[in-house]
């Protein structure tokens, strides 16, 4: 390459904080061109005879940080090809200089080469104007592309690129998700330099008090004890639980002593998802992930797997099932969506050398409650064309079935009897799945209405003073047709 760029730092002071080195590239008469000449030493090198060329004028052209940042890139690249040149940067190249990153990324492409010189970063001088030691743990996060998910409140936070108020609003709002609103903040300004300006406050003024600054950085003390938001710290709380002074009852579990759990409380969930109440529905997913989280630990107890394991198979499934989204396959609907869903599953059976397939039913769970079981057990019939055309010759064979039924019914064989009732409950399924009728959500909708209708009844033996065996049937029921009456009104 013929053409190259050095990028050198400012550090994060003033100009006596310069590496020798450094100094005598910026003023030994090179072209310098600087990101931003808003900068304690830039004054100073001034009178000592750098001559440069800033970029601060890109950011009123640019609408966004991402295309300033590319502009700034673009700019330095037809530079380079007159002549070499030095880009200066606050603090150290290599640190929160998103231009430098693009720098060296684009450089082969455009054949010239990124040479990185000397500087100070500022985190050394934030840490000492807050007098923390970084070997207690640390992030050091951008603030024009803060997180939430990437924050971790057991830890000393650095926000950099923190330019203005608004960003710093953005800043406030994120971090107000998981810090209380009084938490004590500092914005700190030219950190080890003369300038150096520390202003300490409760979170929810963060944004009052900040004003422009290209050399501001926002630091944000660990909080105390566990944050309950955090999946590490949920993670802990598991392992601590199976753990040495755990609970006796969790280091007693297994995989096959939670089996009835995990299934009670996914039907705690699909109950507040009818209920329709969102705060029930937050408590029971965090049942269901509280399974999750106990199998993984005893496979991490047992030196099997861990939570990172699972995570993966479940990362790794979602990109390779939905191509359209991490790839390049174009769908047009969720018909093709589901299309492309089952030909990943074909093709993952496929390279499972341990998966013997004998059957195309060899899929659906065998834990699955029946009626679950029959629906599946269906649907995968009907994959490969071994289905009713429609509904209303399925319900012929209902008619079939009853028939059959009642005729078992009548010689009073027991085991025929339930073999009948069987054969009649899966052709009513076949009815309701031609209908797009599922028969677990139908089933409990009439669950739900039988416990409405009989608490009525319930309510009517009560105020009458009478135990509820003294009742009829034919008085019961005369209670059931007022909760019917009740409900149509």
Same mark, same amino acid.
Not at 107 to 126: M, R, T, W, Y
């Given at each position: 390459?013929?053409?190259?760029?050095?990028?050198?730092?400012?550090?994060?002071?003033?100009?006596?904080?310069?590496? !020798?080195?450094?100094?005598?590239?910026?003023?030994?008469?090179?072209?310098?061109?600087?990101?931003?000449?808003?900068?304690?030493?830039?004054?100073?090198? *001034?009178?000592?005879?750098?001559? %440069?060329?800033?970029?601060?004028?890109?950011?009123?052209?640019?609408?966004?940080?991402?295309?300033?940042?590319?502009?700034?890139?673009?700019?330095?690249?037809?530079?380079?090809?007159?002549?070499?040149?030095?880009?200066?940067?606050?603090?150290?190249?290599?640190?929160?200089?998103?231009?430098?990153?693009?720098? !060296?990324?684009? &450089?082969?492409?455009?054949?010239? &080469?990124?040479?990185?010189?000397?500087?100070?970063?500022?985190?050394?001088?934030?840490?000492?104007?807050?007098?923390?030691?970084?070997?207690?743990?640390?992030?050091?996060?951008?603030?024009?592309? $803060?997180?939430?998910?990437?924050?971790?409140?057991?830890?000393?936070?650095?926000?950099?690129?923190?330019?203005?108020? %608004?960003?710093?609003?953005?800043?406030?709002?994120?971090?107000?998700?998981?810090?209380?609103?009084?938490?004590?903040?500092?914005?700190?300004?030219?950190?080890?330099?003369?300038?150096?300006?520390?202003? %300490?406050?409760?979170?929810?003024?963060?944004?009052?008090?900040?004003?422009?600054?290209?050399?501001?950085?926002?630091?944000?003390?660990?909080?105390?004890? *566990?944050?309950?938001?955090?999946?590490?710290?949920? *993670?802990?709380?598991?392992?601590?639980?199976?753990?040495?002074?755990?609970?006796?009852?969790?280091?007693?579990?297994?995989?096959?002593?939670?089996?009835?759990?995990?299934?009670?409380?996914?039907?705690?969930?699909?109950?507040?998802?009818?209920?329709?109440?969102?705060?029930?529905?937050?408590?029971?997913?965090?049942?269901?992930?509280?399974?999750?989280?106990?199998?993984?630990?005893?496979?991490?107890?047992?030196? !099997?797997?861990?939570?990172?394991?699972?995570?993966?198979?479940?990362?790794?499934?979602?990109?390779?099932?939905?191509?359209?989204?991490?790839?390049?396959?174009?769908?047009? +609907?969720?018909?093709?969506?589901?299309?492309?869903?089952?030909?990943?599953?074909?093709?993952?059976?496929?390279?499972?050398?341990?998966?013997?397939?004998?059957?195309?039913?060899?899929?659906?769970?065998?834990? !699955?409650?029946? $009626?679950?079981?029959?629906?599946?057990?269906?649907?995968?019939?009907?994959?490969?064309?071994?289905?009713?055309?429609?509904?209303?010759?399925?319900?012929?064979?209902? *008619?079939?079935?009853?028939?059959?039924?009642?005729?078992?019914?009548?010689?009073?064989?027991?085991?025929?009897?339930?073999?009948?009732?069987?054969?009649?409950?899966?052709?009513?399924?076949?009815? +309701?799945?031609?209908?797009?009728?599922?028969?677990?959500?139908?089933?409990?909708?009439?669950?739900?209405? %039988?416990?409405?209708?009989?608490?009525?009844?319930?309510?009517?033996?009560?105020?009458?003073?009478?135990?509820?065996?003294?009742?009829?049937?034919?008085?019961?029921?005369?209670?059931?047709?007022?909760?019917?009456?009740?409900?149509?009104?």
């Amino acid at each position: 390459m013929n053409h190259k760029i050095t990028v050198v730092g400012l550090g994060a002071g003033d100009i006596n904080q310069l590496p !020798l080195g450094v100094y005598k590239q910026l003023i030994g008469g090179s072209r310098v061109f600087l990101r931003t000449k808003e900068h304690p030493a830039v004054d100073a090198l *001034r009178r000592e005879g750098m001559d %440069f060329t800033a970029l601060d004028d890109v950011y009123e052209r640019c609408s966004s940080f991402e295309k300033v940042y590319d502009e700034i890139v673009r700019i330095l690249f037809k530079e380079a090809g007159k002549g070499e040149l030095i880009y200066a940067v606050p603090g150290h190249p290599l640190v929160a200089e998103k231009t430098v990153q693009l720098l !060296l990324e684009q &450089g082969p492409a455009n054949e010239i &080469g990124i040479e990185i010189g000397g500087g100070q970063s500022f985190i050394d001088a934030l840490f000492a104007a807050v007098k923390v030691d970084p070997i207690e743990g640390f992030q050091l996060l951008d603030g024009t592309a $803060l997180q939430l998910k990437d924050i971790r409140t057991s830890q000393h936070l650095i926000i950099g690129q923190v330019y203005d108020a %608004f960003i710093a609003s953005e800043v406030k709002l994120t971090l107000m998700e998981k810090y209380p609103v009084e938490h004590r903040v500092a914005i700190i300004s030219a950190a080890g330099s003369m300038e150096e300006k520390i202003t %300490f406050l409760p979170l929810y003024e963060l944004d009052r008090q900040f004003a422009l600054d290209n050399l501001a950085s926002i630091y944000v003390p660990p909080l105390k004890g *566990r944050d309950v938001r955090d999946f590490s710290a949920l *993670r802990q709380i598991i392992a601590d639980l199976r753990g040495p002074g755990g609970c006796p009852w969790d280091k007693e579990q297994t995989h096959l002593s939670l089996k009835k759990y995990l299934i009670e409380e996914c039907y705690e969930v699909l109950e507040a998802i009818d209920e329709k109440d969102d705060g029930h529905l937050v408590e029971e997913l965090g049942d269901v992930l509280l399974q999750v989280m106990l199998h993984a630990q005893i496979g991490e107890d047992e030196g !099997l797997f861990q939570i990172e394991d699972v995570i993966e198979a479940l990362a790794s499934k979602m990109i390779r099932r939905h191509p359209h989204v991490f790839g390049d396959v174009k769908v047009s +609907g969720s018909e093709d969506v589901m299309k492309n869903w089952q030909c990943v599953k074909a093709m993952e059976r496929s390279g499972n050398a341990q998966e013997e397939i004998h059957s195309m039913l060899d899929g659906i769970a065998k834990g !699955l409650p029946a $009626l679950l079981r029959a629906y599946e057990l269906q649907k995968k019939a009907a994959k490969a064309g071994f289905d009713w055309p429609n509904a209303r010759q399925a319900w012929d064979k209902v *008619r079939e079935e009853c028939a059959e039924f009642t005729e078992e019914m009548e010689r009073g064989r027991q085991e025929e009897q339930a073999a009948e009732f069987g054969d009649l409950l899966f052709a009513m399924i076949n009815v +309701g799945r031609l209908m797009a009728i599922h028969p677990e959500d139908a089933l409990e909708k009439t669950n739900r209405k %039988f416990i409405r209708r009989f608490r009525v009844i319930e309510d009517e033996v009560k105020k009458s003073g009478r135990p509820i065996e003294d009742f009829s049937l034919e008085e019961l029921d005369n209670f059931w047709n007022l909760a019917k009456k009740q409900e149509d009104r």
